[in-house]
């Protein structure tokens, strides 16, 4: 009879670990209480350029030109002002750790696409044009801080690429993209 009554507290966990199990599998976004997390300088430089062991051996006499794997990039959240590109003042925690793995010395001399993403709500055309507009606001923050504006280009995705395609509308599709194109050719 105690059997009985113990079933339910074994349920109620049961179901939470399943509820988590996409998470895990698809690595997901963490929770909403993890969204304003900062990202250290190193977390973002780990995320861009992974360790030196995964790139190649080049033989001697031949040259190579280092280019981006399509894992390279990393999620950021940058906190604008409600449907604005203007920057939000908590931005700059999270933007000088950028400017600062942009500017060590496994990135400096690296290209990056910054990619503006938004949810789905409100119109495509819009949504398109704000991320655009998100995205140019980050390059001018970190090119008023240093980072070369040749290394930097801008694109607004709007809504095309959502990070949960099954929750259009979550707040977590709302993020800015930093993506290692390589070392430019010489």
């Known amino acids: 009879m105690n059997h009985n009554r113990s079933m339910p507290k074994i349920i109620p966990i049961s179901a939470l670990a399943l509820a988590c199990l996409p998470i895990l599998l698809h690595g997901a976004e963490p929770p909403e209480e993890g969204a304003n997390a900062v990202l250290t300088d190193q977390q973002i430089e780990q995320a861009l350029h992974p360790a030196a062991t995964t790139r190649s051996f080049v033989p001697r006499g031949l040259t190579r030109r280092d280019t981006a794997d399509a894992g390279q990039s990393v999620n950021l959240n940058i906190p604008f002002e409600h449907n604005s590109s203007e920057l939000k003042s908590q931005a700059s925690a999270q933007l000088t750790q950028l400017e600062s793995a942009l500017n060590s010395t496994s990135l400096r001399s ?77």
Request: aromatic share 6%.
């Open 110 to 186: 690296d290209r990056f696409v910054v990619a503006g993403h938004t949810d789905a709500k409100g119109s495509a055309q819009y949504n398109k044009h704000l991320s655009l507009r998100r995205a140019e606001a980050v390059k001018r923050y970190l090119v008023s801080k240093g980072v070369d504006a040749t290394r930097l280009d801008t694109v607004g995705y709007g809504s095309e690429q959502l990070l949960t395609p099954d929750r259009p509308e979550d707040p977590s599709n709302r993020r800015v993209e930093i993506r290692d194109l390589g070392r430019p050719a010489q």
